[in-house]
């Protein structure tokens, strides 16, 4: 796939506690999306209509070489597959890829290999990505420094409320005063705003 360095990046972290609303928030954004793989290890997505259940690293491949179009919930034997994953998105090209619950599979010191060559040169293949952690402090900075948007739920912990005020510039007694399915989001431009999902 050739690549086009006049793209912009499209890449979204999202944060919030369990219940927060982010799965939801995030489903209703692949509205018209025709192409979407996601790394879908509490099932969440095998469920949704559309959605093909890949449980075989093999298939997974073989899917994606095959497929023009697809939405693809790819549920890991193994935590250690998620460099696969990441780097199958990347080959795949022009889609939205999902991560959920990062923090399971990076640490707050170094992407891993395939997750940062996903999203630091995934613009350049027209890569819609979506980075989702229940843990921010906990997850790789790599998606937070390089995010056109960062959306936030309600966070439970004093600690990662206090880290995404300061990632977002925003004042932490906005995220103090989130409850369950309120969201703020803020732009890589600065641009910030504050809503409530709706179903």
């Known amino acids: 796939m050739a690549v086009d360095v006049t793209l912009k990046a499209n890449i979204t972290a999202v944060c919030g506690s369990s219940g927060s609303g982010k799965s939801a928030w995030v489903k209703q954004q692949?509205?018209?999306?025709?192409?979407?793989i996601v790394w879908d290890?509490?099932?969440e997505y095998v469920k949704e209509k559309g959605?093909?259940?890949?449980?075989?690293?093999g298939k997974l491949i073989e899917l994606l070489l095959k497929r023009k179009k697809g939405r693809f919930a790819y549920v890991p034997k193994s935590l250690a597959d998620f460099d696969l994953w990441s780097k199958a998105a990347f080959a795949w090209g022009n889609c939205t890829a999902i991560a959920e619950e990062t923090a399971d599979v990076t640490t707050p010191?170094?992407?891993p290999e395939g997750w940062g060559m996903l999203i630091r040169r995934g613009r350049k293949r027209g890569i819609t990505i979506i980075g989702v952690?229940?843990?921010p402090a906990e997850s790789d900075k790599t998606i937070i420094g390089n995010a056109s948007l960062i959306h936030c739920g309600m966070l439970?912990?004093?600690?990662?409320?206090k880290y995404m005020a300061l990632e977002m510039n925003i004042k932490q007694e906005i995220m103090d005063k989130l409850k369950p399915l309120d969201w703020v989001e803020s732009t890589a431009e600065g641009q910030f705003k504050k809503g409530r999902l709706r179903f």
């Open 51 to 57: 959605f093909v259940a890949v449980r075989d690293r």
């Open 156 to 161: 439970k912990r004093p600690q990662d409320r």
């Open 41 to 43: 290890v509490d099932e």
């Open 133 to 135: 952690t229940q843990r």
């Open 30 to 36: 692949l509205k018209g999306r025709a192409r979407v």
């Open 109 to 111: 010191a170094k992407a």
